[in-house]
Nanobody
Framework: QVQLVESGGGLVQSGGSLRLSCAAS????????MRWYRQAPGKERELVAL???????NYADPVKGRFTISRDNAKNTSYLQMNSLKPEDTAVYYC?????????WGQGTQVTVAS
């Protein structure tokens, strides 16, 4: 079955960096776009970044120039490199894949940015 497992979250000071990983299994990873979402307390889940099958990327305006999404098809893993972190980046970050009309989510990883 499809599984998405995030890792790499934690507590970091404002201005710091973290790299999140999403290990995927149960499907042909290289054939699907991958997305990262986040959900802050009391707010709706929002799309942060996506990477297409061909490697094209798109970012939400608040993270442009600071976050970088990538993928390693040999390792079935997507990454989210987050630099210049701000307190408003504090959220649970989720990996997402849409496969054959179904949407799959990981369990999420907490990112907390202290001011």
């Amino acid at each position: 079955q499809v599984q998405l497992v995030e890792s790499g979250g934690g507590l970091v000071q404002s201005g710091g960096s973290l790299r999140l990983s999403c290990a995927a299994s149960g499907f042909t990873f290289s054939a699907y776009a991958m997305r990262w979402y986040r959900q802050a307390p009391g707010k709706e889940r929002e799309l942060v970044a996506l990477i297409s099958v061909g490697g094209s990327t798109n970012y939400a305006d608040p993270v442009k120039g600071r976050f970088t999404i990538s993928r390693d098809n040999a390792k079935n893993t997507s990454y989210l490199q987050m630099n210049s972190l701000k307190p408003e980046d504090t959220a649970v970050y989720y990996c997402n894949a849409a496969i054959l009309s179904k949407t799959y989510w990981g369990q999420g990883t907490q990112v907390t940015v202290a001011s």
